[in-house]
């Protein structure tokens, strides 16, 4: 104990305060060269070379998303009716089957390529067809990242998914 007194009684001054306190020298504000200097030839040359590859990227990713094809609309039908299809043929299939998870990893992957593909498209976002697969869809999806590909989904979630197909289907022949 005597040893901590000792080491604590050896700086009394860091403990108590000095009488006035020092002033600290004002210090000059820097400036830079480079921001008031007059603009260069090597300059302009750097700012034209930087326009000229920013105006080239700009095109690159400008073009691809303007030459963007819109689907047709017998192409939505066809694919609609696939997925229609997929869906019907995997959440009705028995849990004991051996292909239950090959048939819903296929179901996801046409299921997002579907989704991926269409909902950008404005003109189907309104359509009856559309909102309903997407929301059949989105059940589906969410049961099988939910609770896994080999687990089958419950009766009333089931009816429920192969109504708002069905709907959608009806939809897709009206036109709608």
Not at 26 to 49: D, I
Request: aromatic share 6%; glycine share 4%; with cysteine.
């Amino acid at each position: 104990m005597s040893m901590f007194m000792s080491m604590s009684m050896s700086s009394p001054t860091l403990l108590t305060p000095t009488p006035t306190p020092k002033s600290l020298s004002p210090s000059k504000p820097r400036v830079s060269n480079s921001l008031t200097a007059a603009p260069t030839s090597q300059n302009q040359a750097g700012r034209r070379e930087l326009l000229s590859m920013w105006m080239a990227c700009s095109w690159v990713v400008v073009i691809p998303a303007g030459a963007a094809v819109a689907a047709s609309d017998e192409e939505y039908v066809k694919e609609t009716e696939e997925v229609i299809g997929k869906v019907r043929s995997t959440i009705t299939m028995d849990k004991n089957d051996p292909n239950v998870a090959t048939a819903v990893a296929e179901l996801r992957e046409t299921s997002n390529s579907w989704v991926a593909k269409y909902r950008r498209e404005k003109a189907l976002l309104g359509r009856a067809s559309f909102r309903d697969m997407y929301s059949a869809l989105n059940a589906v999806s969410g049961h099988y990242i939910s609770f896994g590909p080999t687990a089958p989904i419950p009766a009333k979630r089931r009816n429920r998914i192969l109504e708002e197909v069905d709907t959608a289907e009806k939809a897709l022949l009206r036109g709608r």
